[in-house]
């Protein structure tokens, strides 16, 4: 491993592995990543990989809307000679309270201003996006069927060997322990093969975002939790898009193959690093799942496993710089970071560059600082 | 039939020899990354059948003895179990 470089990137999940790419592509040299485990190893490896644009603020819509754009290219900007498994089948949004909604109404306001040409589906059309939806308690939903899902191993993957062929170093199992600071600046990064000097650290570290913080000095107000998921033998075709309801606190969606994939929130999950899966967790998720489509009762559960959320406060995530200079922060993604990654990548890659940055405003609305100055940023729209 | 690109190493999640034989070129060096990217060892089985035959190819791509590789990881359930009956179990314990 070199001992010297201008930028280290600590973690090899999709943030990290993106901001390296696009850093490269700006002509920056001497780029390290580092991931202790292996690529996609954190939540990137055991996420939904849902990518919805639709959202409740003009913030988080800017960050999506730029991110689908771009994966609709990246397999062949990136030269990679897989298939990045993009595909374009629909996000639909079921409403089960007045609350929703009222909630969703104003929401597609400022989709269809951002241009999205959201549906809004009345119960009785609701059989002909998800066929196989019980109709018991739905008020309303909305439907956009250019949201979409892709494979998250392939995409991290994709960006490592475009980051690998224009000379970006990934070191695999290799540790980040401890960060080298002089007069509020960075100067090295410690890690379990030895020490690196540099001008910048990135913390793209997911689940450990608050742990790397602290060895900079800097208190990220991040926390981890579980999120469990399942996945069930390949069954015949029932539905296309991602269902998500905000009312039950769960996703699932019908993969190519077959396969279905789902997961559920559970509001007691303590705040901690874990990533055991429980039986439980098997129970309560298929309870529910089959009462709102109950033809998924015959399939049957092949896997389980678990990955953790990037919490931040105000479950939105924080992209910006520090009091240390040279020390940059892409974490608190709070379980949708997957879906924004190009756009967190390049707006990181911006500022390190000095461009201009694609949404301005990121500075003074995703920073760290906000939670100091108390301005939250409130997304209605989040599970 | 000794083409090969015909060897099948999954029989569960139908993977070709040659695409692991790809994915160790692209610089996969662990049977957990090679899961990932090419879906053997998810299928029904779990890489009960598969997981030998990959890691016989980690090991003679990179010359590392077998014993070396750390086997990927059995997910539970076990067995597959259907979603209805799981629920049935939720619905007794309320
Ligand atoms: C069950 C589940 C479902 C989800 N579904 C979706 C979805 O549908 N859509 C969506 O957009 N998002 C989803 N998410 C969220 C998404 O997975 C994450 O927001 C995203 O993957 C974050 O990527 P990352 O690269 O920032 O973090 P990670 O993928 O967690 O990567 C961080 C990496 O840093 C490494 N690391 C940590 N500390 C160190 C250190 N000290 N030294 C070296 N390496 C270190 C870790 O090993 C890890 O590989 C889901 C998450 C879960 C758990
Ligand atoms: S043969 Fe590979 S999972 Fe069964």
Known sequence: MKNKASVVIVGGGIT????????????????????????????????????????????????????????????EELEYPHDIEFSQTGYFMPAYTEKQVEQFKKNITLQRKFGLHVEWLEPSDCRKVVPIIDLKGLMAATYYDKDGHLNPFHTTQAYAMACRRKGVDIELFTELIGIKTEHDSIKAAITSK?????????????????????????????????????????????????????????????????????????????????????????????????????????????????????????????????????????????????????????????????????????????????????????????? | MTNKDEVIVCRCADVKLSEIQELIKDGCTTLDEIKRLSRACMGQCQGKTCRNLIMQELSKAHSIPIEAIKPSRFRPPVVTISLGSLAEEDNHEK
């Open chain 1, 16 to 75: 990290g592995v993106a901001i390296a790419y696009e850093l490269i592509k700006r002509g920056v040299k001497d780029i390290i990543v580092l991931e202790k485990n292996t690529l996609s190893s954190g939540a990137t490896g055991r996420c939904g990989a849902g990518v919805r644009q639709q959202w409740g603020t003009e913030m988080n819509l800017k960050l999506s809307i730029g991110s689908v754009k771009r994966f609709e290219t990246l397999q």
């Open chain 1, 194 to 383: 030895g020490v690196i000097e540099c001008d910048s650290i990135v913390n793209a570290a997911g689940g450990w975002s608050q742990i790397v913080g602290n060895m900079a000095g800097v208190s990220i107000p991040t926390y981890s939790e579980r999120h469990q998921i399942l996945i069930t033998e390949p069954i015949e075709p029932l539905f296309r898009p991602m269902v998500m309801s905000f009312y039950h606190n769960f996703y699932t969606q019908q993969e190519p193959n077959g396969a279905i994939i789902m997961g559920i929130g559970d509001p007691n999950e303590p705040k901690e690093i874990n990533v055991d899966s429980t039986y439980l967790f098997l129970q309560k998720m298929a309870s529910v799942v089959t009462t709102v489509l109950p033809p998924l009762k015959h399939a049957r559960v092949v896997r389980q496993w678990a990955g953790m959320y990037n919490m931040s406060p105000d479950k939105t995530p924080i992209i910006g710089k520090t009091q240390i200079k040279g020390f940059y922060l892409a974490c608190g993604f709070s379980g949708h970071g997957f879906m924004i990654s190009p756009m967190t990548s390049t707006l990181i890659a911006q500022m390190m560059t000095n461009e201009p940055l694609a949404i301005p405003e990121i500075e003074t609305k995703l920073d760290l600082g906000r939670f100091e100055r108390g301005e939250l940023f409130v997304e209605p729209s989040v599970v």
